[in-house]
């Protein structure tokens, strides 16, 4: 399971994630890096290996068509949580959320993002959740989303 956040495109039939390409601030940014982050295979020529992990593409930003910004969300005990890390070996989840009564209550752990946010985090075993899901939200850039997007698109949920 890919738990996925950001931004993403349909490009060539495949959901890729990108971001600004920025030199310097305050300069505005001209163009957006498309990231595949398959590991292994890149089905589209165009792209090639980079160094850091997954295959990119630099496109202009006049060239983006479509766009969608994806949170993954989990059912655990009846509450709808952020998650943000699936960790195959040992099927566990990393959960979030910013209720304090809520991650209080949880095993869950207190800690600041990088806005200086407090929240809580834990790892529940992916046994113990409900369901997880993508929440397509529309994105932040002057685009439209692709026209047959699912505007919620369940990723696992346990066989019955």
């Known amino acids: 399971m890919i738990i996925r956040h ?18 310097e601030a305050p300069i505005p940014f001209t163009h957006f890096i498309l990231i595949y982050e398959n590991e292994k295979e890149c089905p589209i020529d165009e792209f090639k290996k980079s160094i850091h992990g997954g ?13 969608f910004g994806i949170i993954t969300k989990a059912l655990y005990r009846g509450i709808v949580f952020e998650a943000y890390h699936y960790f195959e070996d040992i099927r566990s989840i990393s959960l979030k959320t910013y209720d304090k009564k809520i991650g209080e209550e949880l095993p869950f752990v207190k800690l600041i993002d990088s806005k200086g946010m407090e929240y809580y985090s834990g790892e529940i075993k992916l046994s113990e ?30 066989i019955c």
Do not use: C, Q
Request: net charge positive; proline share 5%; glycine share 4%.
């Open 129 to 158: 959740i409900e369901k997880v899901w993508e929440v397509r939200t529309k994105s932040k850039y002057d685009v439209p989303m692709p026209s047959d997007i699912e505007k919620e698109k369940i990723i696992w949920k346990p």
């Open 6 to 23: 950001g931004e993403y495109t349909s490009y060539h039939g495949h959901e890729i994630r990108f971001h600004e390409v920025r030199h």
């Open 55 to 67: 295959f990119i593409k630099i496109i202009k930003k006049d060239v983006l068509m479509n766009a």
